[in-house]
Structure formats: C-alpha cells, structure tokens
C-alpha cells in the first residue's frame, strides 16, 4: 500500500520512494471524529436545501444523499464530472474508490482542504458549496486521486486524468507534483503547476497562477512553496525557486528567485520586501547598496558605527514622533494628464542638461569625484533606488530643482521623472541580472 501523505510524528516515504519535505507533510489536526461530523453537517444540510430548494433536490440526492459517507459522495461527484466516452463513469468510480481505499490520507487532506476554503473564502457560504461548487476543491481532489496513481507506477492513467482535470476545471496539474493538506485554491481557473513543483500545509493559491519551469531543462525545476504562502491571482513563479513560509507573492508578478519566509514579492520581475520594520543600520545598508549603487558597510564595521553615532548625534533634542521640516519630498499632484517621456526629455534640455549634461553624465571635479551627480549610467543609482520611481523622483525634482530656484510645475516634474525613468541604469541587485534585463 502506497501513502499519499503522512502524519507529523512520522514523516513518510514517498511513492517513488523518495523522502517527502516536512514543510508539505500533513499535519493530524482534525479533531477526533471530525470526518463523521462534518459528513453528518452535509449531510442535514443538503436535506434541507433539497426541502427548500425542489429544482436542486435529484442532484443533491445523487451527489450527497444517497451517499453512506463523504468519501462515497466525493468518489460520485469525481466520477461523474471526469467520465466520458470510453471510459464510464461506473469504471472511474471503481478507480476512485480504491484509491480511496488505498491511501486514506487523501480522504484526511481532503477534510482539511474544506477547512481551509471555509477559513479563508468569505464567499465560500458553507461546506456544501464548497464540495459541490467549488472546482479548485474538487481539482485538487483529482490531482490527489491521480498523484496516488503516479507514486502507484500508473503514470498512464495518471497523466490521463490530469488531462481530463484541465479539460473540465480548466487547471493543469501535474500527477507528480505534491501538494500538502489545508490548501485553498480559490477560483482555480488557469492554474498550471509544474513536474517537480512542491506545495506545502495551508498555502493558498488564486486563480491563474503558474509554477513551471524556465525551458526545456529537466530534473528539479519548479518551485517549491512552503507553509501558509499565499500567491496570488496571475503570479508566474519560474524555476526552481523557494517560496518561504508565510510568504506573498503579489498578483501579477514574476518570481524569479528566491523569496524569504515571511516576506512579500511583488512586481515584473518580482522583489521581496520584509514584513518587519528595518534597524537604522540595514536602511543605511540599503542606501549605499540602492541609492548609492555600491557595497555597504557590514553592520559591525567602524563605518556603520560612525554613521550611526552621527545619525543620532544630528536628532539629538529632536522630539520623537514629530515630522521635521526638510524630511521627506512633497507628493506631486496628478494634473489629469499622464506622465510624459517626450514632453520630460525637452524639459530636460531645457531645465536640467545645463547642469547633469545632455547625456545625464554629470559634472566631475579635477579629482574625479562629481560635483553634480549623474542622473543615469554606470554611476548613478540603480533601479532599486527610490528615485527610480516616478513619484518620488518628481518629489525630489519639485522639491528642489533647478538648483537654488526650484521653480518646476508639478506636470514638468512627472514629465522629466518620466523620462529620467527611461534611461539605462543597473538593474535592482536583488533580482538578479536576468532580472535587471526584463525590467524596464
């Protein structure tokens, strides 16, 4: 008999026999009797909604009523939606049934599963819908009935389910892939998980998320999510990748690299950002390494405790918790018209060439240190700075600019923010190179 999943006290062997993580292994945290509970609570309730309800009440009797218990009623709703010609509905139940029979694990997670969607789904009304109505719930049952038969040496008749699965639920996953136990797929259209993808206890993950691979390399090469992460509606994790414990990947974005545990990622190529307030030492750190573009100094080393005796030196009798005068930038008002490039690089030559240069070089004294500061190339920020993004760049513009006469409107500040924007620069040292070259 193969297990499927396992308990915390004794991580299991899988399938294939290889050993599986004990950031995805299943925790026992249903309380005893929970299955028979939740089966009776199902059960009552699709009476009633057959009472109320007339036009529901030959389907609820197939899918829930004539069922003994909720492994029966799960086999009927799998085996019915999957069946079609050539392969019947009668001998996919067969299947399901000793899978279930098989690997009683599956039935465990599957419980857990519709925890976790009534948790976390505040549309999900109760766990009647949630069995009958949901498909991520009912696709990850699938692709659990399937990985059963994938570690079983049935690939073939995994690798035909999973197709039947993306034909029905409109969600491709793989039969190999593993998937913890208290996992919400929420919508589940579009959802695509890779060979060698792990997911871990408690993830969620929205609809139109992929973890694949980068090409056409084998071997490990999709992501790996570990416990409570949640990925959100259109993410693109790539390769083989690590998503922390209790991380976020932000809707719409494209991991490329590791993401810390706890952190959130976001953006095209995606950039973790700790869910804690930084020391004063780490954001001196981040400005030598962002807004300086070079190494910083080692939170030990005399030169970080030399900025940081200065730094507190200069909010010496400063009252704590009040704005000073000169923090900061102002924000620039939006004045209906979009930031502009074209308009921004004929206010550059007008306003600011005279001082940065035409090719925003700036201006170097006789000892090759700069006078005025490059605005973009090799030695100027990089795109990880705050100043590469348009509002806070046209705040500081606004704010300050030209030298001793700021006098910039607030659309000639966006419009040159926009085209500085624009200009080649390194790219944010923590996505990578890769990163930095699909940035713009």
């Known amino acids: 008999m193969t297990r499927a999943y396992a308990d915390m006290d004794a ?17 026992s945290s249903l309380p005893p009797g929970g299955g028979a509970n939740l089966w009776l609570h199902l059960h009552d309730h699709a009476r009633l909604q057959a009472a109320s309800e007339p036009l529901l009440a030959a389907h609820l009797q197939s899918c829930v009523l004539q069922h003994a218990d909720i492994q029966a009623a799960l086999n009927h709703v799998l085996s ?14 067969g299947l399901i049934r000793q899978c279930l029979a098989d690997a009683p694990d599956i039935g465990h997670c599957m419980l857990l599963d519709m925890r976790a969607a009534l948790e976390r789904d505040p549309a999900a009304h109760d766990r009647l819908n949630v069995f009958l109505n ?31 699965v993306s034909e029905v639920y409109a969600m491709d996953i793989h039969p190999a892939a593993r998937i913890g136990s208290g996992v919400f797929i929420d919508h589940g259209t579009g959802v695509v998980i890779g060979e060698t993808a792990t ?38 994790i790539l390769g083989n990748v690590r998503i922390g414990a209790h991380a976020k990947v932000g809707a719409g974005s494209v991991v490329l690299t590791d993401v810390p545990a706890g952190a959130t990622a976001v953006g095209v190529p995606a950039a973790a950002k700790s869910d804690r307030v930084a020391t004063l030492a780490e954001r001196v750190q981040q400005c030598f390494t962002f807004s300086m573009n070079g190494l910083p100094p080692p939170l030990d080393s005399q030169e970080m405790a030399a900025l940081l005796a200065y730094s507190q030196w200069l909010a ?37 060439a005279s001082c940065h240069g035409a090719h925003g070089e700036g201006q170097k004294t006789a000892s090759d240190s700069y006078s005025v500061p490059p605005l973009w190339g090799f030695d100027s920020y990089n795109k990880g700075a705050g100043m590469h993004r348009i509002d806070l ?4 513009l606004k704010a300050n600019m030209p030298l001793g006469n700021p006098d910039l409107s607030d659309q000639e500040a966006l419009d040159i923010a926009a085209w500085v924007r624009l200009q080649e620069r390194w790219p944010d040292p923590r996505k990578g190179l890769l990163g930095g070259l699909l940035e713009r």
């Open 11 to 27: 991580p299991p062997l899988h399938a294939l026999g290889e050993r599986v993580p004990s950031h995805w292994s299943m925790p």
């Open 80 to 93: 019915r939606k999957l069946a079609m010609p050539g392969i019947s509905e009668a001998a996919l139940s």
């Open 134 to 164: 949901q498909k991520g719930f009912q696709a990850l049952q699938a692709h659990r009935i399937a990985h059963h038969l994938w570690g079983s040496q049935r690939q073939s008749l995994a690798l035909f389910l999973q197709g039947r």
């Open 199 to 236: 997911v871990g206890n408690e993830c969620t993950i929205f609809q139109d998320v992929t973890l694949g691979g980068t090409g056409k390399h084998g071997g490990d090469r999709h992501p790996k999510v570990d416990r409570g992460a949640m990925i959100c509606a259109g993410a693109k």
């Open 316 to 352: 010496r009798n400063r009252p704590i918790g009040v704005e000073q005068p000169g923090r900061g930038f102002p924000t620039v008002a939006r004045t209906g018209s979009d930031p502009n490039p074209l308009r921004g690089k004929a206010h550059y030559a007008r306003r600011c």
């Open 393 to 396: 760049l046209a705040g500081f």
